[in-house]
């Protein structure tokens, strides 16, 4: 009887042996493998012309004199206020601006600094994109970029270091200036002082000996723009 | 030389014979042996039952086998046929890939162009616009000019005027009231004044130009 009884076994669990021989079924085929692909993004940031931020804050004056014309930088600072140098529009009877795609702007006031070589210009229309200030000035060593009209030519852009700090030599600025080698030429007065963060660390105002070039530094700017006494209307010729 | 005889079976025992007026013999038939033919042997049991078992474990085993092996097959077909759609799938995404990188690249310069445009184009448009802007100065330098030029003949040709009518009332000094001739020549003074204020209006916008 236990002899059966083992064949009997052996006969059931024979079968059942055999099937656990047999490997399994392949797991089901997807339909696809091709992983899910990302939506496309649009960059934050992204000048809708191509120009970058630097090229988009720069602007181009003309300051029309008594005496004739002159040709100058400048930058916005905000929709509808634009920095520039006091000599640029000091003697001016009227002041044209134009942007680095040609438009022109038209303006209302212009206001000089009384205690540097600064002035405030506003405008009727709007300009296209305002600068950042940086929040400190630059330190002796840092590198920087000066977006200007050099000569009333085209749009340029030139980089160098900060070289030195001083007083100023033609003592158009109470305050100590910033020297950088940062090439300029007549006619980038008012031009940005860039940092490494594309934010606005001065304000050209001379070209110095040995394509040295003489910026007020951003703290004076904030200060100036912070005292509302800071600024005068411009005499204009006489 | 192997010499082959004809076995023959020799019963076990005796085949009886039997008389048909022979009774048969007595005695129980229980007891009579059971022939051993018939008398399966426990080995042979478990042999035929192993052998029953692995013929069923062989049935078992290969229709299994066949089929799991269908079923692979299968599987294996579809992952051959999904590998070849993704790797069309890729070499068309490369291709596309580079077409889209191709066009980048000239989009890029084509952009490039047409910002350096862009940049002279505004330069050539500021530049025509001081031209104007000196021109119009220009203009109204020549206008100013002129305006005081012409004052300066206009005052003049009264001064003039004023001093001949002067002279002849002089002389026929005694037909006029010495008061008016006075008066008259203040009148005259004034004028040739306004004329002396005009010329010199004029030097300033010859100055200034």
Known sequence: ?238 | MISVAPLHRRPPYPEPVLSPDEPPPAGPVADTPPPRGRRVSPVVVVLAALLVAAVVVGVVLVTGLRRSNDEWQAASARWEALATDAGEQAAAAQAERAQLEADLATTTDQLETAKNRITELADEKAEIADSDASSQQVVAYQARVSKAAANVADALTRCVQGQQQLIAYLDDASSYDPDDLARYRDDVSTVCGSATDANDALQRALETG
């Open chain 1, 1 to 238: 009887m236990r002899l059966r009884a083992g064949v009997a076994a052996l006969a059931l669990v024979g079968p059942l042996a055999a099937c656990g021989i047999v490997p399994d079924d392949p797991a089901a085929v997807p339909t696809s493998v091709v992983p899910p692909v990302p939506a496309a993004t649009t960059a934050a940031g992204l000048s809708p012309d191509g120009f970058d931020a630097e090229h988009r804050i720069a602007l181009r004056l003309r300051s029309v004199t008594c005496d004739g014309i002159a040709t100058g930088s400048g930058f916005a600072i905000d929709e509808h206020t634009l920095v520039t140098a006091r000599h640029v529009v000091d003697d001016a009877t009227s002041v044209q601006v134009s942007t680095y795609d040609g438009h022109d702007v038209l303006t209302t006031t212009a206001t000089i600094a009384r205690d540097a070589d600064l002035a405030v210009v506003t405008t009727v229309d709007a300009l296209p994109v305002g600068a950042t200030l940086a929040g400190s000035d630059p330190a002796v060593g840092d590198p920087v970029t000066v977006v200007g009209y050099p000569l009333g030519k085209a749009l340029d852009v030139t980089t160098g270091h900060v070289t030195a700090g001083r007083d100023d030599p033609l003592r158009e600025n109470a305050a100590p200036v910033l020297v950088t080698d940062a090439p300029v030429e007549a006619g980038s007065s008012g031009s940005p002082v860039l940092d490494d963060d594309g934010h606005v660390a001065g304000v050209v105002y001379a070209k110095g000996q040995d394509d040295t070039t003489y910026f007020v530094p951003v703290s004076t700017l904030r200060s100036m723009l912070d005292d509302e006494d800071a600024f005068v209307p411009t005499p204009g010729c006489s």
